[in-house]
């Protein structure tokens, strides 16, 4: 499990294919990865990946063509930074929300305007997840929680707050741009659960 607080923007150093997907080399000393133990979790972009290869500067990740096809990842090329955030701990601070790290689908950018110090981002998501987002609920967006303005059909508000333009990768991004969408997780199970019960 993630909270969708960014700890680092990693540097892409290198993309391998593999027989079917690639493996993605991040850079990230900051995080002092030659700590953590192979096979731990870390979330790029919003994406839950198993940490391989680790040593001071950084570690390695296979992507299926799964997650290829259905995530930003597959887009990312050699140069690129990327959020991350290493798989909580019991008894770490949640500062943002559950993120499980699997990402439902992708947001497009659709509007950027600075409002004073900040910025207002519109997205527009899938027809299908539309109803998982809800006005002051969370979303998690490239791995990083942020709770939403307002809501409209398909799109809806963010609004991101200096330091995490500054610290994450969302300061980067241009309109038509799209980004890892992860829905909130009580959303998710509600949503199963009432239809199961004929509710929703």
């Known amino acids: 499990m993630f909270t969708g ?7 892409i150093a290198e993309i391998r294919p593999l027989a079917a997907g690639q493996r993605m080399r991040i850079l990230c000393p900051e995080l002092q990865p030659a700590r953590w133990q192979e096979g731990d979790s870390v979330a ?15 570690f ?6 799964e997650t290829l096809a259905r995530t930003s990842l597959g887009a990312l090329e050699q140069g ?14 949640l500062g943002g929300h559950l993120v499980s790290g699997h990402v439902d689908g992708l947001a497009e950018l659709i509007r950027l305007e600075p409002v ?19 006005e ?15 809501v409209e059909g398909s799109e809806f508000e963010v609004n991101i707050i200096p330091h995490t333009w500054d610290v994450t990768t969302l300061g980067r991004l241009a309109p038509g741009d799209r980004v890892n969408l992860e829905i909130d997780l009580l ?9 199961e019960r004929g509710i929703a």
Not at 60 to 65: Q, T
Not at 116 to 134: C, K, M, N, Q, T
């Open 60 to 65: 390695s990740a296979d992507l299926s063509a």
């Open 5 to 11: 607080i960014i700890q680092s923007a990693g540097i």
């Open 116 to 134: 004073g110090e900040s910025h207002l981002l519109r997205f527009r998501v899938p027809d299908r997840l539309s109803r998982y987002i809800a």
């Open 187 to 195: 959303a998710r199970y509600l949503d199963r659960l009432l239809t």
């Open 136 to 150: 002051k609920g969370s979303v998690t967006l490239d791995g990083v929680s942020l709770t939403v303005n307002e």
């Open 80 to 93: 690129q930074r990327v959020n991350l955030e290493p798989a909580m701990a019991v008894g770490d601070r």
């Open 44 to 58: 790029v972009a919003g994406c839950c990946l198993t940490a391989l290869e680790l040593d001071a500067h950084g």
